[in-house]
């Protein structure tokens, strides 16, 4: 019989073999929503309306990102 401390390795090798996502890779939507907000924002340089701006990349009118922004409490750096 094996110890205690090996059974319970093969539990986890089991359960990480799963497929299914680790607790730490899920985020909330509200999380998600953010970074994806702020990724945008970064690659427009800040820029939120225009034709080269955050709002026109995302797909939304400025005053949804505004809006948004406020929401999240995304503020420019």
Not at 2 to 12: A, G, T, Y
Not at 13 to 34: A, D, F, S, V
Not at 54 to 77: D, F, H, V, W
């Amino acid at each position: 019989m094996k110890n205690p401390i090996e059974i319970l390795i093969l539990k986890l090798k089991r359960y990480r073999n799963t497929g299914k996502p680790q607790k730490e890779e899920i985020t909330t939507l509200e999380e998600n929503e953010k970074s994806y907000i702020l990724k945008a924002l970064e690659f427009t340089n800040w820029k939120i309306s225009g034709e080269r701006g955050a709002a026109k990349l995302l797909g939304i009118k400025r005053t949804t990102l505004e809006s948004r922004m406020k929401k999240l409490n995304i503020q420019r750096p």
